[in-house]
């Protein structure tokens, strides 16, 4: 096993206390709080049943994307439904106030608007969380997704089938 995989397998073993304890805090959702791990990453962690589905909303949506996509997520490391491991990128609500963002002038591409849309409609993402500042971050000077495990109400719908389909079948069921 490598370094990097048994970092992220410790850092899976901690308990909530432990990781509150070791790790600054630096903000949280309605439910998964954000730690730094003070070596370029952070780590969410779920509060509860909604912060586990949100994390495996995010994980599927990365693994899934295509590469056009991908570049608009930050990416993720290690998962699982209790914890994401992903690079840490500056938060873009430390330079952006307004309530939403123009996502015409998010990215520099010229297709950033339309991809972007494409990636929410894709995998059913909630589009106040698409252009909310609070999703964004700044990451080797682009701007990335930094939470996307919200969905709308027809995706909240979609992912608890495919996710009980998935526990069905791990169950070999």
């Keep these: 096993m490598n370094e990097e995989m048994e970092y992220f397998n410790y850092l899976n073993s901690l308990k909530r206390k432990e990781i509150k304890n070791k790790f600054s805090f630096l903000g949280e959702g309605i439910s998964r709080r954000v730690y730094d791990l003070n070596n370029g990453l952070v780590l969410k962690l779920a509060k509860g049943r909604e912060g586990h589905y949100q994390n495996q909303v995010e994980h599927f949506v990365y693994t899934h994307a295509d590469l ?28 952006i106030k307004a309530k939403y963002l123009n996502l015409k002038t998010i990215r520099p591409e010229e297709s950033s608007f339309e991809d972007i849309n494409n990636l929410a409609k894709r995998f059913l993402l909630l589009y106040e969380d698409i252009v909310s500042p609070t999703s964004w971050g700044s990451l080797n000077e682009k701007n990335v997704l930094i939470d996307y495990g919200c969905t709308c109400e027809e995706g909240d719908k979609y992912y608890h089938l495919i996710f009980r389909i998935n526990r069905l079948t791990n169950l070999g069921l």
Excluded at 70 to 90: D, G, H, N, Q, S
């Design 68 to 95: 056009n996509q991908k570049k608009y997520l930050c990416p993720i490391l290690f998962f699982t439904p209790r914890m994401i491991v992903m690079k840490k990128a500056e938060p873009l609500t430390s330079k």
